[in-house]
């Protein structure tokens, strides 16, 4: 049976041009969408706009001009675009203001009017323009102006007297908590799943879905009501269904039952508490998953913001380093879990360490051995011994690995195995010596060793080609190698006697002392004034984003034979294992660490103590006593969360 997927990202509201926010979603359901069709699934990848509601219309009276003009610019010239410009996998881009997805809509509202699922009421209460809806006194956060607001919004809400269309949303709150907790696995990560299900706990009251036409001109007509038009998110939601051509439809057969939502966490009420019941109430099945983001924060560790002077401009900073380097940097450095920090020196951390140097190196190193030894071509691979063995064990179990963990939404962890194969390839160049084995008369090893090398460059080409697309074809284009390859267990793809192209620099690498560093000031914002200190005694955010702070739980522990201070420690980061020494053994028994959560620096290099290879370091602090003391979250948080 034909395996299906469907991922959709939200469609972005047209009221400013794409952010960092909009790129990281996008970049994230292109991934997704690239390995699943590379693992051979029948994939649709949609993406789109948002085009009506309160804020639009605001927007567009406060330039004088028509809210169509003003739509089709920012749908177009901003989102269309530069998705085409970063060449995204997308199926299709869907606009609220087509008339596919207006019928549809109207259709969707008949149905549900006709069922008794909507009636005409009078309400009042808090209306957040920012968000385009009703909010409760139990959603607000008092700012530091001592006002209340929404989250993520810049205004506090309004009250508001009108009469309005509503959907029987409190109706369905029994049926979608007993749904939630019958499909654990619903939304993901779990910690979002469980905020939905606190939402729940308590009356959500009904929707309000329509807006009189007197207040907003611009939406969807109510289609028994000329004097309505549907409310922004009840006409955005279904823009999931229209894309495919509704219930019946091919398209709609064949994947809306393998449908993935791709949201940021600031929309996760409207995804679940409202979009289920709405799927339910219209006889439409539901959603296979809700894939939730944290959010991306500034090179700070703050949420970002134009005033702070930490946001990312994702159009600049692909213009400067290429879509390739920016996709690799943000799939590499964030997690779904928790928000992440992000920012030009950590991209070029990225693009320095693991591309330029690890990859690119590897590359290069290859491409000039080929040339001096091989007269630019591929070798015939002749008896592999254990070493070779080990390499092509690696490549035969890492694509269905890395599918496992990309479909876990763990990217982070799928990329870091990638590059650990492609770091134990540049081990094997170390030991096996081409350029000595060039030096005997029998060529046999040196042409096995080198087409290892070039095939196992090949298989990293592929696994890591849904996050450097282009990139990836490029290596393999260096290397001579033509076609389109699947992610499946293979060796030996590559042909002998392929004549190897001009080798060509794939990452340059980036001087970061020459990075626009950001100033003090943003920082001291947040922090009280210190006395002077001399300049060695401080680093650069430049060289702090280089080190990861990861928390990690203690699997196992036990004590390291005739070391009297050291404990050899099994821990889980995420999904990853670890061991770690640690010279702790005076202060805590191997007992009381099992269990644990302590803080792990994560990137640190590994190293041997004792015959055991030691894959990071576990922080602790000495107390007034003398004690040392292992650093632990306050409150009880996920392994693999990073720390900031």
Not at 491 to 496: A, D, E, M, R, V
Not at 506 to 516: G, M, N, Q, R, Y
Request: proline share 5%; charged share 25%.
């Amino acid at each position: 049976m034909e395996k299906t997927f469907y991922v959709t990202t939200p469609i972005y509201y047209v009221n400013d041009i794409p952010h960092l926010g909009h790129a990281y979603a996008t970049l994230v359901a292109d991934t997704l969408a690239r390995y699943h069709r590379l693992a051979g699934w029948n994939t649709y990848f949609l993406t789109g706009t948002d085009e009506h509601g309160e804020k639009i219309w605001k927007t567009v009276q406060q330039l004088g001009r028509t809210p169509k003009e003003y739509v089709d610019e920012i749908a177009e010239s901003g989102f269309k675009a530069l998705w085409q410009r970063w060449g995204l996998s997308n199926n299709d881009f869907i606009r609220t203001t087509e008339p596919r997805h207006i019928q549809y809509v109207q259709k969707i509202l008949q149905r549900l009017y006709d069922s008794g699922d909507i009636y005409f009421a009078e309400y009042e209460g808090l209306y957040s323009i920012g968000s385009e809806r009703y909010v409760t006194e139990k959603e607000l956060v008092e700012g530091a102006d001592g006002i209340k607001r929404l989250p993520g919004d810049r205004d506090p809400p309004e009250l508001r007297r009108e009469a309005n269309y509503f959907f029987k949303l409190e109706k369905y709150r029994p049926w979608l908590i007993e749904y939630l907790n019958e499909h654990p696995n619903l939304i993901e990560p779990v910690n979002y799943r469980n905020e939905v299900l606190e939402m729940l706990r308590e009356p959500i009251g009904d929707l309000s879905i329509s807006r009189p036409v007197a207040r907003l001109p611009w939406g969807i007509p109510i289609p028994w009501d000329e004097g309505d038009v549907t409310y922004v998110w009840f006409d955005a939601l279904l823009n999931y269904v229209s894309a495919l051509g509704g219930e019946g439809a091919e398209k709609f057969n064949t994947y809306w039952h393998k449908t993935w939502h791709l949201v940021g966490k600031d929309i996760l009420k409207t995804h679940s508490v409202f979009w289920l019941p709405m799927l339910k109430a219209a006889g439409l099945p539901l959603y296979e998953k809700l894939v939730v983001h944290a959010h991306i924060l500034g090179f700070d560790g703050r949420k970002m913001g134009k005033s702070l002077g930490n946001a990312v401009d994702p159009i600049e900073m692909e213009s400067r380093y290429g879509i390739d380097a920016l996709r690799y940097a943000l799939l590499r450095e964030t997690t779904f879990q928790a928000d992440s920090a992000f920012g030009e020196a950590i991209l070029v951390n990225r693009l320095n360490s693991d591309l330029a140097n690890d990859l690119g190196n590897l590359l290069s190193r290859v491409m000039s051995m080929l040339e001096k030894f091989t007269n630019s071509k591929i070798p015939v691979c002749n008896t592999l011994e254990a070493r070779e063995e080990s390499i092509k064990a690696a490549a035969l179990k890492l694509p269905e690995t890395i599918l496992d963990e990309i479909r876990g939404l763990r990217f982070h962890v799928a990329i870091e195995k990638i590059m650990e194969f492609v770091r134990d390839l540049n081990r094997y160049v170390a030991e096996s010596k081409p350029w000595d084995l060039a030096k005997l008369e029998d060529k046999t090893k040196l042409h096995t060793v080198l087409y290892t090398l070039v095939e196992g460059i090949r298989v990293a080409s592929v696994l890591l080609e849904p996050v450097i697309p282009n990139k990836a074809k490029e290596i393999r284009a260096q290397l001579g190698i033509e076609g389109d390859f699947v992610l499946e267990p293979a060796w030996g793809l590559t042909k002998s006697g392929s004549q190897v192209a001009p080798s060509t620099v794939l990452f340059p690498k980036v001087d970061i002392a020459t990075l626009e560093t950001k100033k003090e000031s943003v920082v001291t914002e947040v922090v009280s004034p210190v006395v002077e200190a001399p300049v060695q005694a401080f680093i650069g955010i430049e060289d702090f984003a280089k080190v990861q702070l990861k928390v990690a739980e203690v699997l196992s522990c036990e004590r390291v034979p005739k070391a009297d201070k050291l404990l050899n420690l099994t821990v889980a980061i995420g999904d990853e294992k670890r061991t770690i020494l640690s010279g702790i053994a005076e202060y805590y028994t191997a007992e009381e660490m099992v269990g644990k959560r302590v803080v792990v620096v994560y990137n640190l290099a590994p190293r041997k103590m004792r015959g055991i290879e030691s894959q990071g370091m576990i922080l602790a602090a000495t107390d007034e006593n003398g004690k040392v003391v292992i650093v632990s979250p306050e409150r009880l948080i996920p392994s693999g969360v990073e720390v900031r």
